[in-house]
């Protein structure tokens, strides 16, 4: 199968051809069916390739396959190829997985849509690029799968543009964006200038060259980062994701759970071989992680929206994976990348059932009492919920316990807490979510009360497939602490550097991680319980919370997105009329004008020369002939 690696992307390619040319006018789902077959297809062929490498010893998984030469400028070359190796696979089965149940839950999401088309060639893309972005054998096919990637979220989450926030929203992320790819691109100048290549595998033996902390790698490693930063929505760069709510929730769940936003997990992976030979660069991927997951966990507290609660939760569990790559734990960062793949799709597409059983309401305020008439939504939401918290046996406890784990036997013990009071924080506002949306009374009209129904199959079976590898994904990496052999650590360890996962890999039992993993689930069942008091409880405490300082300024979200209009957007706005009126239109514009008033002025003299008159002509001709002959004249006189 890993010769036909080039078939996974070009599936959905294909899917995009042909709904653009061939299905017009045909059936819904058709459309759909086409579209969700495509990238079905590509995962069988990743589960094809993914068997072929468990097969291979474990020190040679790795398949190069080079479709052309694409770019060769003087010294320059770059390849149209993709790498196929362990890190690359688990990408790929969990895009192409979690993409194939998104696709056929929107058939049903999106019935009825007038651009039921366009969305799916759009979704077809949107696949293709994120597999370019993960399969590519150099950092400049990842960067156009990157560009590609940023592109569908703008097309995406402004696809119904004829509401100008739903348009604002698009192109907010797409401008966002923008601004962290200058430094991945920059990055990418810095590695062909330092070492001639800009490939994965020719770059990493060079790069052992180097001392640890030399500064051309920290300053490679720290322009990474910041392409990192604005794709996988950390601080300062995260305020687009958010706001990519306004999407449909189909395009929340690819954007934040199989696709776009773990870009910049994956590329800091993928190049752990720089990032374990900085340990500056890896100090602020660490704390930038750390901080972003509090950060953003603080704000989830209290949002109103079923989507906005979601999307910081986002935010918050990829802040956890940086902090596990920041501290050396690649594999963990990894593995809560695969298992946050299944609860947080799972409670998107869930989030999704609820609206659409609400007629579009997406306040949590006026819900309330759906167990009973979803129930099905409310059985999947509440494992993704469970998960996400961190309960064991689910998929989430065993990765969050990971990291927190590896970053407390790397001795950031600050770091560590930060990590703990975020999982309190997320084992809150997640059960909060739960209780204001399925439990009590229902809090909505009489119509909407009257409309609320369970979704159809087509969104309730991708429910409950993601609601099973939400339970079961975890145990591909039950810690050696509880009787496993974590294989997701021992299928990566061979592609990572020897300073990061090897020098802390162990198979002892230390009584320490016993302690944490015990504190870590004593923290989730506080956050629960805590939540179960103030929200199922007669408790008047969140009455007045709801006046109080605090949950203004996180319900404000800090006023970051009001900070940066104020510091930046209005600011910039000023400079460019400034500019506009003085450089633009008072230089520019004035010397060009200028120049033509002057050759119009010059034209309007000799134009009254010109009357049409042939006495005048005779005349002047004459006098040009006298002129002349006097100047002969008084040449030769003189």
């Known amino acids: 199968m890993l010769e036909f690696l080039y078939l996974i992307p070009l599936f959905p390619l294909l899917g995009v051809v042909l709904n653009t040319f061939v299905l017009r006018g045909q059936p819904e789902k058709l ?19 993914f068997f072929q490498l468990l097969g291979m010893p474990a020190e040679s998984r790795h398949f190069e396959q080079e479709l052309f030469r ?14 196929a190796d362990q890190l690359s696979m688990i990408m790929m089965l969990v895009v192409t997985g979690v993409s194939f149940l998104i696709h056929v839950y929107s058939i049903g999401y999106m019935h009825g849509d007038a651009g039921f088309r366009k969305f799916f060639i759009y979704l077809n893309l949107f696949v293709f690029f994120m597999l370019l972005l993960v399969m590519g054998s150099n950092y400049l096919v990842m960067f156009v799968g990157w560009e590609g990637v940023g592109l569908c979220s703008y097309l995406l989450i402004g696809f119904w543009f004829t509401d100008e926030l ?42 052992q060259a180097y001392p640890v902390g030399a500064g051309v790698i920290t300053a490679i490693c720290l322009l990474l980062f910041m392409g990192a930063t604005g794709k996988s929505a950390q601080l300062p760069l995260y305020t687009w994701l958010p706001d990519a709510m306004a999407g449909p929730t189909p395009v929340s769940a690819l954007i934040h759970a199989a696709t776009m936003v773990t870009a910049g997990v994956y590329m ?9 030979l900085s340990p500056m660069a890896m100090d602020v991927v660490a704390w930038v992680g750390g901080i972003t997951a509090l950060f953003a966990a603080t704000i989830g507290l209290v949002q109103t929206d079923i989507k906005k609660v979601l999307a910081y939760s986002t935010v918050s569990q990829l802040g956890y994976m940086f902090l596990a790559c920041g501290v050396g ?9 695969m298992t946050h793949a299944f609860f947080k799709g799972l409670l998107f597409l869930g989030s999704g059932s609820v609206i659409h059983g609400m007629s579009d309401e997406q306040d949590i305020r006026f819900m309330g009492g759906l167990k009973d008439k979803m129930p099905t939504t409310y059985k999947t939401f509440l494992v993704g919920t469970l998960a996400i918290a961190g309960i064991p046996g689910l998929a989430g406890f065993f990765s969050k316990d990971e990291i927190l784990w590896k970053t407390f036997e790397s001795h950031n013990y600050a770091l560590w807490a930060i990590g703990a009071t975020a999982a309190f924080c997320t084992a809150f506002y997640m059960f909060r979510l739960l209780f204001l949306t399925f439990f009590g009374k229902f809090r909505g009209s009489k119509a909407q009360e009257h409309h609320v129904h369970e979704s159809p199959k087509l969104m309730t079976i991708p429910l409950i497939v993601l609601a099973v590898l939400s339970v079961l994904g975890g145990y591909v990496g039950v810690p050696h602490a509880l009787g496993g052999h974590n294989n ?7 592609i990572l ?32 319980f805590v939540a179960k008091s103030w929200y199922l409880g007669k408790s008047s405490l969140v009455e ?11 319900y404000n979200k800090y006023w970051v997105d009001q900070i940066y209009d104020t510091m930046i957007s209005q600011p910039l706005v000023k400079l460019s009329e400034i500019f506009a009126r003085y450089v633009d239109q008072g230089t520019v514009d004035g010397s060009v004008n200028g120049l033509g008033a002057t050759v119009s002025g010059i034209g309007g003299i000799v134009r009254k020369v010109q009357t049409g008159v042939t006495q005048n002509y005779a005349v002047i001709m004459s006098l040009g002939v006298v002129l002349l002959l006097g100047t002969l004249l008084w040449s030769v006189l003189g």
């Open 31 to 49: 459309v759909g069916g086409v579209a969700a077959a495509m990238v079905g297809a590509s995962f069988v062929v990743a589960a094809g390739a």
């Open 70 to 83: 694409w770019i060769v400028v003087g010294n320059f070359s770059a390849q149209a190829g993709f790498l």
């Open 166 to 207: 739903k348009a604002s929203a698009g192109k907010k992320a797409f401008i966002m964006n923008r601004i962290g790819d200058f430094g991945f691109l920059l990055a990418i100048f810095l590695l062909w200038t330092t070492f001639g290549t800009i490939n994965f595998r020719e770059i990493e033996p060079m790069a």
């Open 268 to 276: 800091v992976v993928r190049s752990n071989f720089l990032f374990s």
């Open 329 to 337: 734990a690649y594999t963990a960062a990894v593995f809560h990348l």
């Open 488 to 494: 997701f650590h021992e299928w990566l360890l061979p």
């Open 497 to 528: 550097s020897e300073t990061g996962e090897h020098a802390g890999a162990h198979h002892g039992v230390p009584t320490a991680e016993y302690v944490l993993m015990a504190v870590s689930v004593l923290i989730a069942l506080i956050g629960i």
């Open 544 to 554: 007045s919370l709801g006046k109080s300082g605090t949950r203004n300024l996180l």
